[in-house]
């Protein structure tokens, strides 16, 4: 299956598991057009004969389940409609956080890459910006903050402390990267450090710079200013 699509999860291939025609031994005997038919509706034209051609093929080179492939095939397709069901929940729940979001004094999405499921998330992790006296303790509260550490498989370094919020911290790091990929000086800075230091710690420094800003931001109620960057 992976093999034949670009992705393992597209429409194309959950409308399949659906109809239980994802295991070796039943796509193996099911009828060329009729898998063909499937496939021209889930991807609205896009395959019909020759990939149901190409997926046919592959079942029957392939070994399947001898065992149990009705009971595997009818879970999958119990799986996959409740995939379907949390993915449609994604646009509502999308327009109910905007929602909640409106009534917060907040121009976070002024940040370079910061939609407004950024924003609600930083909002979330953070909480009251009235709790932090200052920049250290909101980048310590991410665990960005950088510690002497020992370690057996590393030895002596200077590592992150990694404490705090373990999703605010990966949130962090997904929104440093969109920052670098968005915002000229920050993708510079990035390639500065990365002349000395792996990939990974150059990120933690772009997400430390991340986490001050919209600290800064939202507690001040102010834009993204790109002038004070640097």
Known sequence: MESCFSKLFIKTTKDLMKKELVNPEILSTTRVDKLANVLRRASKGRFSLSKADELKKKAISSFGMKKGADGFSYGLSLLISLVNFIDSLRVPLKER??????????????????????????????????????????????????????????????????????????????????????????????????????????????????????????????????????
């Open 97 to 230: 956080i905007a929602s909640l979001l409106a009534v917060v004094p907040q121009r976070l999405t002024t940040f370079p890459g910061l939609d407004t499921i950024g924003a609600a998330t930083f909002i979330s992790e953070l909480g009251d910006p009235a709790d932090f006296s200052n920049k250290n303790q909101v980048i310590a509260w991410f665990g960005l903050d950088v510690v002497w550490r020992i370690s057996a498989a590393r030895g002596r370094g200077w590592h992150i402390s990694k404490a705090g919020t373990p999703y605010g911290r990966r949130w962090l790091y997904l929104t440093a990267g969109e920052f670098v990929r968005f915002f000229p000086p920050a993708k510079a800075k990035y390639l500065r450090l990365r002349k000395t230091c792996t990939h990974k710690k150059a990120l933690s420094a772009i997400a430390a710079d991340c986490a001050e800003i919209l600290f800064a931001m939202y507690r001040d109620n102010t834009c993204f200013n790109p002038g004070l960057y640097h």
